[in-house]
């Protein structure tokens, strides 16, 4: 079972950018797709962005253009680069490895107007 750890959470102001970084403890594998999700205070976690084994990622429309996702299966880690952030961004961010479920502890984002 993998296990993983966030990191880079913290607080932005609007229109500013954080990294977060997801470490595995084990190999995450380069045909394991991972996935970065969300959940606001009262509201359902949501899916955020995915990057599956060959590279290809897909993001929500929510943070299409403002947040990339890449993957370094040399160092079992996986980044989520937001930038233009928004309130509407504030969240605990989660990753997830796709194929086995695992999920991480999260790391908080907060973002002041």
């Known amino acids: 079972q993998v296990q993983l750890v966030e990191s880079g959470g913290g607080l932005a102001q609007a229109g500013g950018s954080l990294r977060l970084s997801c470490a595995a403890s084990?190999?995450?594998?380069?045909?394991?797709?991972m996935g970065w999700y969300r959940q606001a205070p009262g509201k359902q976690r949501e899916w955020v962005a995915s990057?599956?084994?060959?590279?290809?990622?897909m993001y929500a429309n929510s943070v299409k253009g403002r947040f990339t996702i890449s993957r370094d299966n040399t160092k079992n880690t996986v980044y989520l680069q937001m930038n233009s952030l928004k309130p509407e961004d504030t969240a605990v961010y989660y990753c997830?490895?796709?194929?086995?479920?695992?999920w991480g502890q999260g790391t908080q984002v907060t973002v002041s107007s």
């Open positions: 084990g190999s995450i594998g380069s045909d394991n797709p």
């Open positions: 990057v599956t084994s060959n590279g290809i990622t």
């Open positions: 997830r490895a796709l194929s086995t479920g695992s």
